[in-house]
Structures are given as C-alpha cells and as structure tokens.
C-alpha cells in the first residue's frame, strides 16, 4: 500500500471499540450468569479470537456485528473443548483467559500463529503457579502453546515486575475462583479496564495505591457493556491531525479512561491543540469526542507512570516526534521489545530509512525532530501498529511511501485505511 503526502486532513471520524475492552466483555460475559449484551465490539482479528475461544467452550455468542450478545455459563460452567484454543495474534486472550483456565476442571492447550509463539508468557505462568495453577510450556521456554490443566487455586499476594494490564487481569481473573483475597501491585498502575468491568458484573475489587484487590465470587452476573472508541486507534488520527498542515479532525466517542490516555498529556506536553467535547461516562468508563488541529509541536520526555498509560501508542508518537522541534526522549518502555515486533528496533529502522534523525536505547528512543522525511519502502513486520503509523507519516513525507504487510492493521482496525482516505481534503 502507497501513500503520499497531502495538503490538509478535515472531517470526523468515529474509530472502532476499544479492544481491551471489547476482549473483556466475552470473557466476563462468559464466566457470568445470563445474557451480556456488549454494544460497539470491536470486530478486529484479535477480539474475534477470543469468541472463538469461549464458543470452543460451550458459550452461546451471537455476533451481530456492533452488537455481540453472550450468554454466559457461569464461572465454573465452561466446558472442554475438543481441540487447541486458538488465540492468533493476541496476547490479551492467551494471557487474561490462562486466569480463567488455571481453575477449571478440565485440561486445555492454549496456541496461536508465529508471533504469538514468541511472545513471554512467564509473566502469567508464574504468579499463577503461585496461586496453584498448572501451566506448562511444550517447548519448555515459558512461550506457547500452553497447556493448563485445572486446579483448586488460593489467594496471593503478587509483586509484579512490570506495570502491565495483562500479568494483573490474568491473576485478578484467578482470584474470582480462590479460596481466599488476591493482591497484585504494580510498579506504576496500569488500564484498569478488568477493574471496572469486573465490578460491574458484581465483582468485589478495590484499589490501594498500586495495589489491585479481589474477593473470591460466587457469580458473575450478565450486564451491558458499551465500549466506546479505542484510544490506540484515535491516536492515529490525533497524531495525523497535528502534523498534517491545515488539518482538523473531531474523532468521536473516545475513551479517555485516565489509565490510558497518556497520549493526550504528551500532546499537551508538546503544545498540540487538542479539545474534550460532550465528557460522559458509560459503564464506568470516560468518553469524549476529541477535537484536534494542526500545531507546531515540541520534544518531551516520555517516562515513568506515564509508560503504561500509553505503551501501545508509543510508536505514533515517536514518528509525531519527528515533526516537533527539538528532541524527544522515551524511556522505560522496554516493553516495547515484546510486542508483536521488537517496536523500538522496528520503529528505529523505518524512521531512518524515511531520513529522521533516531536512535534506539535498550528502553526506549531518542528522536530528534525537525529534519525533513522522505518516502522509503517501510516492512511492517506484520505489526498492525506499525503499519498506521506510516501510512500517516507517509501523509508528511516527500515522495512516496510504501507499506509492505499493511493490511495487518485488520488486527485492530479493519477499516482504518478508508477511513483515513474520508479526511483527505484534496481541494
């Protein structure tokens, strides 16, 4: 896919539901009693990985495309299924329903395609292991596939080494089904997407400091759930309505939970104009529509607490940097190392095959902004992240930039590219 550069942006766009929350509305709705109706699901390959996992246990869920209605089977109610779970491409589903998994009374194998196989899996596996749980690895290198066989597990209370939504959700997951309180605190505290949700299918959780409690349950209770816009897939458009001249975008009914949306306190950082419009709150969740315009941007630094607010952003944010004045410096973000690519090196290789001034640190990466870009041919290395990110850097570089694999942006957002071309005012 090619892309070239443009005089303006302008229009509004609604982006699609946001993932981490789409993923936990099956998976709760599953292990609840009754009908979940879960409105604005995200119909990426990831979330559809995960119904087909649940209906692989037995779970009842018609998919209507924005509507996804589950009809749960209760917290101890899944059944074996009879072959492998799975999860393609996503990390959330293997490692939040390995919580789910570890109190079972059945035996399952958890797989996914090439990526996933490489990806740490022992951030789960141990504290589970801790609570009781059985995971083995078949390749013995705490990667998938995974084996669970089920087991009366207790509570912990769990140190972890990294501040991340999965490693807590999972052991949160475990907690429902132990015999006593489960604790996980964090270094700095990540989305809380299961936190709320959790409690609003009548869940017992409760936050201190960094600290993330739950109660054993009896039941979970079938609930709506609306999802609203994915910040991940916002922040494409928000980033592309700041470095493309001329430019206005209103990008609607974004989530702007505080856990995530680190990306707005960078703009702010790096004098972007951004505006909250119509801020409400749904289902325990913040949403606004985002008014964004053109700005002349500086560099920050992007560090500490606010790493895991914004870790999946991080890659647009480091291709905006190189339209602001002046350096921009991430750091802490070594978790960027194990995503679906290695997104520091990746990045790091695209931007200066494009001309950008950036180098790679073991967490992180300094950009040093200001230097023209020009159009090169950018491997996505099947990394849906990367992919949008320089379609829109691609929209400010001289020439002609080529995307090889973009269409693994169908991964988070299947119609990103056309919505992308709606805002392109070619006048």
């Known amino acids: 896919m090619k892309f070239t550069r443009i005089k303006k942006l302008r229009g509004e766009v609604t982006v ?18 009754g009908t979940t109706e879960i409105r604005g699901y995200l119909q990426g390959a990831d979330c559809l990985s995960t119904i087909s996992c649940f209906r692989k246990m037995g779970v009842d869920i018609e998919n209507n495309g924005d509507t996804v209605s589950v009809h749960g089977r ?16 996503s990390g959330t589903t293997m490692r939040l329903i390995c919580g789910i998994l570890a109190a079972q009374d059945f035996a399952v194998t958890l797989t996914g395609d090439a990526s996933i196989r490489k990806r740490p899996m022992g951030r789960v596996i141990e504290p589970l292991a801790l609570m009781g749980a059985q995971i083995q690895s078949r390749g013995g290198n ?12 207790h509570g912990i209370h769990y140190t972890s080494k990294v501040a991340s939504a999965q490693v807590k959700s999972a052991i949160l997951l475990a907690g429902l089904y132990a015999d006593g309180q489960t604790r996980v605190t964090e270094p700095y505290v990540s989305r809380d997407h299961s936190e709320i949700m959790l409690t609003h299918f009548g869940a017992h959780v409760c936050r201190e400091g960094t600290t993330a409690i739950i109660s054993p349950a009896r039941e979970l209770y079938g609930t709506l759930v609306k999802v609203p816009g ?35 306190k ?4 790096m004098g972007g104009q951004i505006t ?24 920050t630094v992007i560090e500490g607490a606010l790493i895991p607010t914004l870790i999946d952003e991080l890659p647009m944010i480091a291709a905006m940097a190189c339209f602001a004045e002046g350096t921009t410096v991430i750091r802490d973000a070594a978790e960027l190392r194990v995503k679906e690519s290695d997104r520091i090196e990746v990045m790091v290789q695209n931007l200066s095959a494009m001309g950008a001034d950036v180098e790679a640190t073991d967490d992180g990466m300094v950009i040093r902004g200001g230097r023209p870009l020009h159009g090169a041919v950018i491997d996505s290395c099947q990394d849906h992240r990367v992919a949008m990110t ?21 991964i988070s957002y299947p119609g990103f590219y056309k ?3 709606t805002l392109v005012d070619r006048g």
């Open 390 to 410: 320089f379609a829109v850097a691609g929209l400010c570089a001289d020439g002609e930039t080529k995307i090889l694999g973009a269409e693994c942006a169908s």
């Open 230 to 264: 994915d910040i991940s897939s916002a922040a494409y458009f928000l980033c592309a309505g700041l470095i493309v001249p001329n430019s206005q975008i209103l990008i609607k009914n974004v989530g702007v939970n505080p856990t995530r949306a680190g990306i707005l």
């Open 276 to 299: 909250l419009l119509n801020e409400r709150t749904d289902c325990g969740e913040p949403a606004a529509d985002i008014l964004v315009c053109s700005s002349s941007l500086h560099g």
């Open 16 to 33: 699609p539901g946001d993932k981490s929350i789409s993923h936990r509305g099956v998976m709760f709705g599953s292990i609840a009693e």
């Open 142 to 153: 705490s990667r998938a596939p995974l084996t669970i066989r089920g087991r009366a597990l």
């Open 419 to 421: 919505d992308l071309e």
């Open 266 to 269: 960078v703009i702010e950082a």
């Open 74 to 89: 209760g917290l101890r109610g899944l059944a074996c299924p009879d072959s492998d779970l799975d999860c393609g491409n």
